[in-house]
């Protein structure tokens, strides 16, 4: 893919990520885009990746497990949204990843309006994975880019309808598919026999419901003591993912009664290898389930807890995947629907390879322009003066877009002060994260007496 402009003979892309899940869609979704079949970059691509400095941050052990995405993590910055701006300014990014949150995704789109460049480049955004929540909510966050990528057929369809349902423009939204599908055909062998449970940070949130899903897979280990049944976990205690976990599921099992039978595991790392030993994938409503689903892997989304919006397994209606612990030990595999799986982007037909074709010409047609639109989000301050100012604050930009009094002042690199403000900022994340975690949910419990 050729460069939008002859400044420089390489296309340069910028990723910025909030969380090591949309790290990963985001890194991903760059190589799918300006690759061609999803390898390491050539040589006129060169991809900078950043982490926008937060809550969800991920940390090196976090990136590690991500997997090969192309990029060093050795060269991946974190940055604040005001410091990402300075960055598009001063290095000529032709192509801007915003793998975010949508309020933050808004608030880099107005940010890179108020910067009037002459030559910007090309945004583009989309979901790490199943959208079930907030659609119209994190839609219109996301407007304003010139792509908003949908992760299958259903989304694309859902996402025109709601930006045209309320007068906006719908044409950034482009059909692709999540950019982290792959991986050999599920093949059976002969003596292995391996259920994985995919856990999610906050699906369920109660400790009851958690605490229930880890008292029947750890029954269904002793109901099958020669199958190896694993905990998929996506995070330690003390880090955060793109959603918070206050309940850990190690600390759940370090109180589970009776102890843990010894083919019974918790395991961290890539989905991707987890998978490559996987004979039955079951979970609540993880996007997991969609790269089990890729490789023919036999999946399950229970309904042990009901099919409710709040857990995101009402996605799978119509799926034929809905199925509960009771039958999965009774030696139940459900059967995928053809034409669910069609819609979805799953793409087991071998289609997958073409997935991120439209896309890629989008992105290439807007390169080639001499010069692109000014960005036009729908919210402006004049259609949400009482919603989207507080969004830009969050991030210190003002109503305008530009950054507020004193977030634009050039941060400290290295010294004593740098390294002041770097012991001060693991200190205040630390701190938050034991509130979350530990002190929140005893308040809760305090409440209900």
């Known amino acids: 893919m050729p460069p939008r402009t002859e400044k420089t003979s390489a296309l340069r892309v910028a990723v910025l990520a909030d969380s090591d899940t949309r790290w990963k869609w985001g890194a991903l979704t760059a190589r799918r885009l300006t690759t061609g079949d999803g390898g390491v ?110 992760n299958s057929r259903h989304d694309a369809e859902r996402f025109r309808a709601v930006y045209e349902g309320v007068g906006a423009d719908a044409s950034a939204v482009t059909e692709a598919a999540l950019p982290f599908l792959g991986g050999a055909p599920h093949t059976p062998e002969q003596g292995r026999d391996t259920v994985v449970f995919a856990a999610q940070p906050s699906v369920p949130a109660s400790r009851a419901d958690r605490t229930y899903l880890l008292r029947r897979l750890v029954e269904h280990a002793r109901l099958h003591p020669k199958r190896e049944v694993l905990l998929k976990l996506r995070s330690k205690p003390g880090e955060h993912t793109t959603h918070i976990e206050e309940l850990p599921y190690q600390r759940l099992a370090d109180k589970l009664p009776g102890g843990l039978p010894p083919n019974f595991r918790l395991v961290y790392g890539h989905m991707g290898e987890v998978l490559d030993r996987t004979d039955l994938l079951v979970t609540v409503s993880s996007t997991a389930a969609l790269e089990s689903l890729h490789r023919r892997i036999p999946t399950a989304v229970l309904t042990d807890l ?144």
């Open 41 to 150: 970059s050539g040589p006129r691509t060169e991809i900078s990746g950043l982490l926008l400095r937060g809550r969800a941050t991920p940390t090196p052990r976090q990136l590690a497990e991500v997997g090969d995405v192309g990029i060093d993590t050795d060269r991946v910055r974190e940055v604040t949204a005001v410091e990402f701006l300075r960055l598009v300014r001063d290095e000529g990014y032709d192509l801007v990843v915003l793998a975010l949150v949508g309020g933050a995704v808004q608030a880099m789109v107005h940010g890179l309006a108020a910067l009037r460049l002459p030559a910007r480049p090309v945004v583009v955004t989309g979901y790490v994975g199943v959208v079930y929540e907030k659609l119209a909510d994190g839609l219109l966050l996301r407007h304003g880019a010139d792509v908003v990528l949908a």
């Open 306 to 449: 009901g099919v409710r919006e709040t857990l995101g397994n009402h996605h799978f209606t119509g799926s034929g995947l809905l199925t509960s612990w009771d039958h999965l030990d009774g030696g139940a595999h459900p059967e995928p629907d053809a034409e669910w799986l069609a819609g979805q982007g799953v793409a087991a037909d071998g289609t997958y390879a073409t997935a991120y074709d439209t896309a890629r010409a989008r992105v290439a047609a807007l390169l080639a322009q001499d010069r692109l639109p000014d960005l036009a989000p729908y919210y402006t301050p004049a259609t949400a003066p009482g919603y989207l100012p507080g969004i830009l604050a969050r991030h210190h930009l003002g109503p305008d877009g530009h950054p507020l009094p004193g977030a634009a002042a050039p941060r400290e690199t290295g010294g004593v002060r740098g390294a002041v403000r770097d012991a001060v900022r693991d200190a205040a994340r630390g701190a938050y994260r034991h509130g979350v975690q530990r002190v929140a949910p005893v308040i809760r419990r305090l409440g209900e007496l």
